[in-house]
C-alpha cells in the first residue's frame, strides 16, 4: 500500500499535511473527504512526481497525447467553461489516461487558488515553453488564442520528429540488407569463383585476389560500419525542408 502527502483542511479552516495509506491517489482524496476534510492536494510520499511506481511524467507521455489533452482544453475554454470547471473534466475524461493524474494535479493547485500558469509551473512537469505560454495567454487575456499557437507549434514540432524517425528506417533498411550482401558475395560468391579458376588453372584476376586479402575484407567492413554510423546522423542535422523552416519563422 502507498503512502500519499495531503494538504488538507478542517472545518475550522485550519490547512495542515498529513500522511494517507491507499492504494491509489483517488483512494485517498475519498478515505480525507469521507473523514470531513477539505482537500487541496495529494501526492506521492517521496516526490510530486515520481517516474518509477508513481504518477507518471509529461516528459514520459508522447507528444500526440500532450496535443490532444491541450486540443480539449482549448476546446473547453472557448465553449465559456472556468479553468477549474475544464480541468474537472479532463482529470475525469481526458483521451489520454496517464495524463489524468497531472491534470487532477493542476486543478488542485487552481482550486487553491493558484493561477494556471503558477500551477503549471508548480508540478514540474510541463516544459518551460508551455508554462510560459500559458502565463502568456493570462497577462494578454487571450489564453484561447495563445493556446491555439501553442498548439500549432506543437503540431509542427510532432510532425519533424516523426518525418526524422520515418527517414532514419529507410536508410537503416537498406544499409542493413547492403551490408548483408556485401557479406554474402565476399564470404561465399568470391571464393566460389576463387575455386573455379583454381580448378580449371587459370589465374585470379587482380580485383578477385585483392577482395580475397584479409585486409580488402576487414577495409570492405570498416568502410560500411563507418557509414552505417554516420548516414543516420547526416539525415538528422543536415538542412532542414525549406517548408518546415518557413512554417516556423512564419
Given at each position: 500500500m502507498a503512502e500519499y502527502v495531503c494538504r488538507v483542511a478542517d472545518g475550522n479552516g485550519r490547512v495542515f499535511a498529513l500522511v494517507e495509506p491507499a492504494q491509489s491517489h483517488e483512494e485517498a482524496r475519498q478515505k480525507l473527504q469521507d473523514r470531513g476534510l477539505l482537500v487541496y492536494e495529494v501526492r506521492p510520499r517521496g516526490g510530486i512526481l515520481p517516474s518509477i511506481g508513481g504518477q507518471p511524467r509529461a516528459s514520459s507521455v508522447g507528444g500526440s497525447e500532450f496535443l490532444i489533452l491541450n486540443q480539449q482544453f482549448n476546446t473547453l475554454i472557448k465553449a465559456g467553461l472556468p479553468i477549474l470547471r475544464a480541468l474537472d473534466l479532463l482529470a475525469e475524461r481526458a483521451a489520454a489516461p496517464k495524463l489524468r493524474p497531472i491534470v487532477s494535479q493542476l486543478r488542485d493547485r487552481v482550486r487553491e487558488g493558484r493561477s494556471l500558469s503558477e500551477a503549471v509551473e508548480e508540478t514540474g512537469a510541463f516544459?518551460?515553453?508551455?508554462?510560459?505560454?500559458?502565463?502568456?495567454?493570462?497577462?494578454?487575456?487571450?489564453?484561447?488564442?495563445?493556446?491555439?499557437?501553442?498548439?500549432?507549434?506543437?503540431?509542427?514540432?510532432?510532425?519533424?520528429?516523426?518525418?526524422?524517425?520515418?527517414?532514419?528506417?529507410?536508410?537503416?533498411?537498406?544499409?542493413?540488407?547492403?551490408t548483408a550482401i556485401v557479406s554474402y558475395l565476399v564470404a561465399y560468391v568470391i571464393p566460389q569463383f576463387a575455386k573455379l579458376y583454381e580448378d580449371l588453372n587459370v589465374p585470379l584476376p587482380v580485383p578477385t585476389k585483392l577482395s580475397q586479402s584479409p585486409f580488402s575484407i576487414a577495409t570492405?567492413?570498416?568502410?560500411?560500419?563507418?557509414?552505417s554510423c554516420f548516414r543516420p546522423l547526416g539525415s538528422i542535422y543536415g538542412p532542414a525542408p525549406k517548408r518546415v523552416e518557413r512554417h516556423l519563422t512564419a
Open positions: 516544459s518551460k515553453v508551455y508554462s510560459t505560454a500559458v502565463l502568456a495567454g493570462e497577462k494578454s487575456g487571450n489564453l484561447p488564442g495563445v493556446l491555439e499557437q501553442y498548439i500549432a507549434y506543437q503540431r509542427v514540432t510532432t510532425s519533424v520528429k516523426k518525418k526524422i524517425l520515418a527517414t532514419l528506417v529507410y536508410p537503416t533498411i537498406l544499409i542493413t540488407v547492403a570492405w567492413f570498416l568502410a560500411w560500419l563507418v557509414f
